[in-house]
T-cell receptor, first 110, second 113 residues
Framework: GQNIDQPTEMTATEGAIVQINCTYQ??????LFWYQQHAGEAPTFLSY????GLEEKGRFSSFLSRSKGYSYLLLKELQMKDSASYLC???????????FGKGTTLSVSS | DSGVTQTPKHLITATGQRVTLRCSPR?????VYWYQQSLDQGLQFLIH???????AKGNILERFSAQQFPDLHSELNLSSLELGDSALYFC????????????FGSGTRLTVV
């Protein structure tokens, strides 16, 4: 089967660091994606991990452990505009559809 | 502008009706994926087309169908609409090879009343 779990909501303050966790169980696994989605808008790509380890991109980093079926998205120096839903998604084969978690709604306050 | 165009942006229709949602992929992309996003669910994969052929089906109801045309645009047909079909419908397109992430269109918000 396929199952992706992530927390429903998280809150943080401006300037802080927040870690959004994601665990996955998929039949076959190719890679793990993170997307950001503002309310009513399209998801936008943030990161992709296929190998174990940390991928850093500016204020955002993503980590993957294939053996543990675990990933996290790390957001540093939080800004108000980072308030959004963060979607974890797994692909089980390149070129196939993504299986999404329900998303984590992050609220950043001043 | 992501390069993926979805029309219409908003659609309000009555129960029992039929609607067609349209998606034009990014130039050069051969794959089109359709997703449904309702309030209580995450993005649910519906169907995938590659170069005109159906590649995979997800949680797509029998009342729903799709196709991809020779010019690579795709249409999602929703019939016998129910209140529960109210949702955001996204399409995403991707190219071959290394373009794994897909690029999403801005979505069609369907409201069934």
């Amino acid at each position: 089967g396929q199952n992706i779990d992530q927390p429903t909501e998280m809150t943080a303050t401006e300037g802080a660091i927040v870690q959004i966790n994601c665990t996955y169980q998929t039949s076959g696994f190719n890679g793990l994606f993170w997307y950001q989605q503002h309310a009513g808008e399209a998801p936008t790509f943030l990161s992709y991990n296929v190998l174990d380890g940390l991928e850093e991109k500016g204020r955002f980093s993503s980590f993957l452990s294939r053996s543990k079926g675990y990933s996290y998205l790390l957001l540093k120096e939080l800004q108000m505009k980072d308030s959004a839903s963060y979607l974890c998604a797994a692909s089980h084969q390149a070129g196939t559809a993504l299986i999404f978690g329900k998303g984590t709604t992050l609220s950043v306050s001043s | 502008d992501s390069g993926v165009t979805q029309t219409p942006k908003h659609l309000i229709t009555a129960t029992g009706q039929r609607v067609t949602l349209r998606c034009s992929p990014r130039s050069g992309d051969l794959s089109v994926y359709w997703y449904q996003q309702s309030l209580d669910q995450g993005l649910q994969f519906l169907i995938h087309y590659y170069n005109g052929e159906e590649r995979a089906k997800g949680n797509i109801l029998e009342r729903f169908s799709a196709q991809q045309f020779p010019d690579l645009h795709s249409e999602l047909n929703l019939s016998s609409l129910e209140l529960g079909d109210s949702a955001l419908y996204f399409c995403a397109s991707s190219g071959a090879g290394t373009d794994l992430k897909g690029t999403f269109g801005s979505g069609t918000r369907l409201t069934v009343v």
